[in-house]
RNA sequence: CGAGCGGACUGCGCGGCCGCGGCGCAUCCCGAAUGCGACGAGGAAAGUCCGGGCAUCGCAGGGCAGGACGCCUGAUAACGUCAGGUGAAGGCGACUUUAAGGAAAGUGCAACAGAAAUAGACCGCCGCUUUGAAAGCGGUAAGGAUGGAAAGGCGAGGUAAGAGCUCACCGACGGGACGGUAACGCCCCGUGCCAUGUAAACCCCGUCCGAUGCAAGGUUGGGCUGUGUUCAUACGGGUUGCCCGCCCGAACGCAGCCGUGAACACCGCUUGAGCUUAUCGGUGACGGUAAGCCUAGAUAAAUGACCGCGCUCGACAGAACCCGGCUUACAGGUCCGUCUCGAAGU
RNA sequence: GCGGUGAUACUCAAGAGGCUCAAGAGGCGCCCCUGCUAAGGGCGUAGUGCUGUAACAGGCAGCGAGGGUUCGAAUCCCUCUCACCGCG
């Protein structure tokens, strides 16, 4: 999963600018259309000393690899968790499906009908209709 | 049984399922692909406070400055660390704490108070003179008052009053004998005592220190054009803060174009003063010998989510070149001791 | 990761072992000036916590926190906390 990070500070300052900005109670999410699914977390020092940071980072990760395949079309998407006391997976899975939900279910109508997306696209669409 | 003291260890466990990191093997459509396998954070990984290794610069040159340490003996690669001892302080005690060299080498500082702060007569006490009270002159550091500190302490003798003026004891200083590697201890003799504190003030003495840190540094990969600055007996650059000395002959900056994953890839990057067990030497820190073991290596940076069970319901906390220490944080739990004190019983 | 700098009232800050002293300025409060305001001028408040008083006065603590050295520490020495800066 390696190959779906987003590493490179160019492509941060692009996603940044160009990109469309959701929010939810627990977390905000910046996403632009892209060629594959790619994705980062974004976890600064602010949220806490390293063991609060890495916890955080691992909780985001899990819940968008939970909710990747949700996406109707791939994206590249920056995850930015909100400043808490306590942070939680639940909390963070349930504000990634909405905003999906809110942002996303218009656009994975297409990626139905698109039938000569990628192998992976294929296989996503076919999870989320049922 | 209660209250302590010292030391050592441990830091939720088991199962299922999805997922992560590099490594090994296999497969194929040879890709940062898929599958399988074993492995995968700490006692402090933390703070970055010391000491090393390692690397580059310098070229193993000198001086000044600067910094660190400081009872003794040992351990160690080294240390500001550790071990054992000495002195001092605290505790009924087991024990604990301790930056603990030098103040007759010199300089500085000691506010306020107080008569006086490194030297002294304010009150008081005593004597003499004059006198109505009182004043003057002299003696005196026992008492008062001030202060953190007031001229060794305390008692006796002594005296006009006093004073190491004299004496006993304690302290201090000097010398000697004995024990100890030494710090020092202990005993004897002598000296009436001979200079307050501060060196985490400058300093003196002794020991030690080149600078910079893996963003060190190395490999692959780079050309063209224009232009500016400085320079030949001095200038520029490098060398530690400075000076001398030494080295290099061209060095550096700016703009544009081509090229470029370049804030990139790979190496450094984990086998090391390594770990475990046994045994020998040593009071101990530690060292020797033998056998066995390989135990994270990321780079937007790997341990998580869900379910079930148990219990005491899980603290502080996440490797980033590697080691030895120190310091700080920490839910609890376990074990050890010819350990200490108190109570009760025998 | 590595290296460095700093912390003093609400804010900006001086002080570098004793006293004048926790300076000074902004801000804040009152007064003058004005028909009213701004600007200007003057005066002063007293700073924070505790204690204390009828109310003043006064006392104690306090210079990021905790120890130590010293007769005495904002200042000297350790340990910790927080903030900020630099890096091929």
Redesign the pocket.
């Known amino acids: 999963?390696?190959?779906l990070?987003?590493?490179?500070?160019?492509d941060?300052t692009r996603i940044l600018r160009v990109g469309k900005r959701a929010h939810a109670e627990s977390l905000t999410i910046v996403w632009t259309p892209s060629d594959v699914m790619r994705y980062?977390?974004?976890v600064g020092k602010k949220y806490g000393?390293?063991?609060?940071r890495?916890?955080l980072?691992?909780?985001l990760?899990?819940a968008f690899?939970?909710k990747a395949e949700c996406f109707g079309i791939p994206c590249a998407v920056l995850l930015i968790p909100r400043e808490a006391k306590e942070y939680?997976?639940?909390a963070f899975?349930r504000d990634l499906g909405k905003i999906i939900r809110k942002e996303k279910l218009l656009a994975a109508r297409p990626a139905d009908d698109v039938e000569g997306l990628p192998a992976n696209g294929g296989t996503l669409s076919e999870k989320e209709g049922v």
């Open positions: 999963m390696k190959s990070r987003i590493k490179k500070k160019k941060f980062a977390v974004c000393k390293s063991v609060v890495n916890r980072k691992r909780l990760r899990e690899r939970s939680s997976y639940a899975a």
